[in-house]
C-alpha cells in the first residue's frame, strides 16, 4: 500500500537541476531582480515591469520602522539570551500576530470580498454593526498617511491604478462622510489595494509584510549580537516593572514536609 | 527500493494502545506523579523514589524566576503581537540561549568530564588557561545562593549525595582557595551534580531548565494576554531609547527615479 | 514624566529574595512537588492534596503520545537544522495551533460557558446549527477513550467529581441520543472537565498541554540530536513528494537581461 | 537614577516622520528597488548599481530550493496544527541552524580571515588538521556548481570581481591539487566571496539566506495552508516509523497506587 506524499507546485529537481515555478533556477540569477523572482515564487509566473516596479514600493514601504515594535523587541531579547542570528529573527517573525502585520491580511480580505459592492453601503454596514474597517485610521496621521501616498500617486503614475485602488480611496472618503472624521488609508490599506489589483489572495497577505520587514529584524538582531552584552535585554525590577501580586507570607506548615 | 524510515525509541502503539517508554500510558495515569512521568520519558526507566524526590527540587528550583529575563520579555512581546498563547511560549523558550539556561548544560558536561580527576588539578587548569568554570558565580549571592544550598541540603537527607556532588563542593572550595574569593555554587551547578547523579547526559541539560520553566511562561504569556491590551509592548522612542544613528539626510539626486 | 511599566502578580524579589505568588522560593525547594508548584504559578494559591492528585493525573495522560504529531515532525526537523536542543522544542511548540492540543481550550470554552445550562438544549443547539462540540469523537476509540475514562475513574475515586465533569458526561450521553451514535468523550474533554472543576480559566487552556507535553517533545528532540545525523530530516524527492506545478519551461527572451 | 536604555542606528522619527538610516522612509519608496532598500538597512549606505545587481543575484540564487529541506518540513508541519501564515514561516526560519544555510556564514568567516594570506598554505592547514573548508563541496555537483558559477560570471561582466573572489577560486584550485580530487565552490561559497567583496561581516552571513529563501517557505506555508488539510502532516507508524524501543512490558507492583 502506497504511503501519502508531501504535495507542491513551488519547486522541482529535473535531470538532477533545480527548477522554480518550470524554470531553471540557475536562468533567473543575474536575469531577474529579487523582487521578480519573490513575484514569481508567490505567484507561479513571472510579473511585468509594472507589477515589479509596484512590488518593490510595496516591499520598501515595509523594510523597516523602528526599534519600537513586538518583532524587535521579541528578536533583540531572543539574541540576548544567546542565540544565533535565524533564532532571534526566527522570534521576531512570531510576534507578526492580529495586532502587528494582521491588519494587512484584513485590509485585502475586506477589500476583495466587497470590491464588487457599493463602498457607501459597505462602509454604512461596518460603522451600523459597530466594525473597525482594517486598513483604515492610524495613530500619528490624521490627513494622510505618506507612506500611502506615495503607494497610489505610484500605482497612478506606472498605469497599476485600477478597481481595488478606486474602492480603496471611495471607502476613506465614505467614513470621512459618515463619521465627519477622516480616518487615513494606512499603509495596510494602501498595501492591501495594490496587491489585490496583482490578483493575490489575501490569505497570503501577512506574507507580503512577512518579507518586507525581514530585512529590518535581521538588522536589529544583528545589532543585537554585534555591539550590546548577551544578557542586556533583561528588565530592572525596580525602575521597569511594578508588583501587583500578594506580599510576602509564610508557607503553611501543612506543606511543610522536610 | 525502501525509503528510510524515522525511528524512535520512546513511545509506540501496540494494538491501538499507546504506549511509553514500553509501559501502556493509560496505567500511568493516576500512578504516577507528574515528575516520575518526565523521568520515564527522558531516561527510558520508572525512577526510584529518592530519583523522583530530587528530581522534583529540581524542577521547582528552576519553575519561575521574575519578569526580568529574556524569555519573559520574548514571550510577552510576541502575546501582544495579537498570538495564541502557544506562540508566545514558543518565543519564551527559544530564549534559552547560551547566555540564559545553557549554563546549565555547561556545568553538566564540565562535571561529567571531569568527575574522576583531581578536583584541585582542574580548577588549576581551568583559571590558568582564564576559562570560566560554569555553574560557579552568582551576580547577587556572593556567600552561598540559597537555592544550591536547598538542593544540596535535600541530596545528603534523602542519600542522594554521591561523587558528583562531591567532587561539585570540592571545585567551590579549590576555587576559593586558589582565587583567594569565593564564588558560590549556583543553581546551575547544584542542579547540574544532581541530574548527573541520576545518570542523565549533559547535552539533554537544557531540556530540565527548559521543562522546569515552561509553567512561569506560561503565566506570564496567559498574564500579558489577559490583562494586557495588544500591541502593550512597545518601546517608548523618546524616553527609552537611544538613537546613535544617521542624522537626516537627503536621498542623493542619482537614486531619485520618479 | 513616568514611562510606563511592565506589571506582573506571578513573582518578585524583596530583600534580594526570591519569591513567587508570595512565597519564599528557597521554602518551596524539598516541600513541594513540581506538580503543586506547577499549580501554584498557574493559580497563585497552593493546590489541596486531591487537586495535587488531579493535575498529576492531567500531565500524566498528556505526557507524550507518539513521535506521528506536527509537533514532533517540527521540532525534529528545527534540531536536525543544526540548533541546540531549546530550538528545536521552540518550534514544536510553535505547532500547538488549533489543530493539535486547540481542542482543549475549545472544550474548557464549552464546558465553562454551558455548565449552568440544560445538556439536553445545549447539545441540541449545537447540532442543530451543525457545529462540533469540542472534546467528543476520537478517530479510534469508538466505545470509550482508555485515557478519559481512567480520569474521570481518578476523579471520582479521590472526591473530585462535581458539576462540570457532571455536565461532561450528560453531554456524552446526550450526543449520543440524539445522533443515534456516541462520540466518546476525548482526553481533551475529560481534561477540560476537571481543570475547568479546578476553577482554571479556559483562555489557559492550552497552557496544560504545553506543559504537560514539553517533556515527550525534548526527549524527541534530544533523541534526534544524539542519535541521528544533522540534515538527516530531508524529504526524498522521488519517494515522499509528488510535484503538481509547471513542467520546464524556457524563460521569455525579454526576461534574459545578461 | 538614569534607566538604561535600547540603543539603535537603523532608524528613527525625526518630527513624527519615520526615517532609515538617516533617509526619509517615503523618499525611498518608488526610487529604490528592495534589494537596494535591503542594502541600505543592512549595510547603512546606499549601493552602487553593481553592488545591487550582485545583491539581486545572490538572493535569486537563494529564493527558493525545494520542498524537501528542513526548514519546509518544519514550516509546513507547524501551519498543520492549525496556525497562522508567520507562525508557520518562523517555525521555517528557526531550522535554518548549522547545517542549514549555516555554510554561508562559515564561508565568510573563512575567507575574511584568510583572504590575506598565501591560498595554498591557508589550504594546506586546514587539510593537515582534518578541518572541512566551508563553501567546497556540494552533494550531487562534482564538476561545478551551476548557480556558483553564474554568480562569478555575472561577478566579473558587473566588474565586481576583486580578492575575495579570486582568493575563492584559487582556494578551489588548491583544494584540488592537493586532494587530487575536485570540491567544488558550492553557492554558499560563490555568495561568500560576492558579499565579503561588499564589505558585509561574516557574522551576518546568515541573515543573506534567511532574507533570500524567506520568499520560498512564505509559498510553502501558503501552500499548505490553502490545498491541504489540518493535520495532514502526520507521520504514518506503521509505515514511516521504524519503533527501536522497550517491548510492552508491566508497571511494576509497586507503582500501583490507585
Redesign the interface.
Known amino acids: ?1 502506497e ?12 535531470d ?23 513575484y514569481l ?2 505567484k ?1 509566473e ?1 510579473p511585468s515591469e509594472k507589477e515589479k ?1 509596484m ?3 510595496v ?3 515595509t ?12 528578536g ?3 539574541a ?8 532571534g ?3 521576531g ?10 491588519a494587512l491580511e484584513g485590509a485585502m480580505r475586506f477589500i476583495q470580498e466587497n470590491v464588487e459592492k457599493d463602498p457607501s453601503e459597505v462602509v454604512k454596514r461596518y460603522l451600523d454593526e459597530g466594525k473597525r474597517i482594517p486598513g483604515y485610521g492610524h495613530r ?1 496621521y490624521k490627513d494622510y498617511d ?2 500611502s ?3 497610489m ?2 500605482a497612478k ?1 506606472i498605469g497599476f491604478f485600477g478597481r481595488y485602488c478606486q474602492f480603496a480611496l471611495e471607502v476613506e472618503k465614505e467614513i470621512e462622510r459618515v463619521k465627519g472624521k477622516k480616518l487615513v488609508m494606512n499603509v495596510d490599506g494602501a498595501i492591501a489595494a495594490v496587491v489585490s489589483e496583482m490578483g493575490f ?1 489575501w ?2 497577505g ?2 507580503f509584510f ?3 520587514r ?3 529584524i ?3 538582531v ?2 543585537e ?4 552584552k ?8 525596580e ?14 506548615e501543612s ?4
Chains 1, 2, 3, 4 share one sequence.
Open positions: 500500500m504511503r501519502k506524499k508531501w504535495r507542491t507546485t513551488i519547486s522541482w529537481h529535473f538532477g537541476e533545480a527548477y522554480v515555478r518550470g524554470y531553471k533556477l540557475k536562468d533567473l540569477i543575474g536575469n531577474l531582480s529579487f523582487t521578480e523572482a519573490i515564487v508567490l507561479g513571472l516596479k512590488l518593490d514600493a516591499f520598501v514601504a523594510v523597516e520602522h523602528s526599534i519600537a515594535p513586538p518583532s524587535v523587541i521579541a533583540r531579547a531572543v540576548s539570551g544567546g542565540n544565533s542570528l535565524h533564532v529573527v526566527g522570534a517573525v512570531l510576534a507578526f500576530g492580529e495586532a502587528h502585520g494582521g500619528y505618506p507612506r501616498k506615495r503607494i500617486e505610484i503614475e489572495d490569505r497570503l501577512k506574507g512577512i518579507i518586507g525581514i530585512p529590518g535581521v538588522a536589529h544583528y545589532e549580537l554585534t555591539t550590546e548577551p544578557f542586556s535585554k533583561r528588565l530592572d525590577e525602575k521597569e516593572v511594578e508588583y501587583l501580586g500578594e506580599k510576602p507570607r509564610e508557607l503553611p506543606y511543610k514536609r522536610n
